[in-house]
């Protein structure tokens, strides 16, 4: 008997250490946030936490800096994500066909994302240097005045999603392009015979098609775009004046220079629950498409 359930259950003994450790790992950090978000603690080994109940987070939504972090945060998002999913499914579509140079076209335009982002961040706020930088060259030899970038409030977010669209729209469109590369060809045929246009046949084949490929792209660049700090932290710091602040920075900033860590933690319990929110209405628009 003792044999039998064991050869049953080989499969999952065998994962069972790794499937411990991971959930471990993930869970122990999760729990221990959320128990120190009801506690006021400035990490000090004289003065233990004090527990505060729900303090942390209606401070937190009445604090004028965390709610334009929230407003930065999801200003950021959106249009870095609208920006490279538009850019990241043309040119997905432009290397699925045919043409000369293809391969060392595709190779240089993955470079991007090869670089780690504090090194293009730093790389980047070389280029928007108000003096000296390239961006402003660029401009004056075609009229424009000198611009201030990351140095201006207004163009500040504006300036960082430049740098997100440019390093990361890359990886957008390697899975679009992965998933083009499985659509049939069957439709198209039938496509051709019925004398449809190029814009039609991506309309009403191309795009229903491969829906599902760009939930999953929309998916992890959300994640991703959503948590962005090493751009952020490494040109700006949160700067001017907090206007490119987003969540994270704001929450490096109380954990690391005014030690609160129950209010940090409260700020990263309600972020978790603004990325799990996404994410599952992502997975559930996913599911939709597949049952359609």
């Known amino acids: 008997m003792r044999y039998n359930w064991t050869d ?29 978000s009801f506690y006021e603690w400035s990490m000090s080994a004289i003065t233990p936490p004090a527990f505060v109940g729900l303090a942390n987070y209606m401070d937190l939504f009445k604090d004028e800096r965390f709610l334009d972090s929230v407003f930065n945060t999801f200003y950021f998002t959106i249009v870095a994500l609208i920006a490279e999913m538009v850019l990241g499914l043309a040119i997905a579509v ?25 090194a293009m961040g730093l790389v980047w706020m070389l280029i928007y240097e108000p003096t000296i930088g390239a961006a402003n060259t660029i401009l004056k030899t075609i009229g424009i005045e000198p611009q201030l970038f990351l140095a201006s409030m207004t163009q500040v ?61 929309l998916m992890l660049r959300l994640i991703d775009v959503l948590k962005t700090f090493d ?25 690391f220079q005014y030690f609160k860590m129950g209010s940090t933690s409260a700020l990263l319990v309600i972020f978790f629950l603004i990325v799990m929110a996404f994410t599952l209405l992502l997975i559930w628009m996913k599911k939709r498409l597949e049952a359609a």
């Open 8 to 36: 049953r259950n080989l499969k999952w003994m065998y994962i069972l250490p790794a499937l411990v450790f991971v959930l471990v790992m993930m869970l122990f950090p999760i729990a221990y946030t959320v128990w120190i």
């Open 94 to 118: 432009l290397f699925n066909r045919s043409f000369r140079g293809k391969n060392i076209a595709k190779t240089l335009f993955l470079l991007p994302m090869v670089a780690t982002p504090v």
């Open 157 to 217: 977010i504006p300036s960082l999603i430049v740098v997100d669209v440019w390093q990361w729209t890359p990886m957008v469109a390697l899975i679009l392009m992965a998933g083009l590369s499985t659509l049939p060809v069957d439709p198209y045929e039938s496509a051709d015979v019925d004398g449809a246009t190029a814009w039609q046949k991506f309309v009403h084949i191309t795009l229903p098609l491969l829906k599902p490929t760009i939930i999953i792209a």
């Open 231 to 255: 751009i952020i932290y490494a040109t700006t710091q949160g700067g001017p004046n907090f206007k490119s602040e987003t969540l994270n920075i704001y929450g490096y900033v109380l954990g």
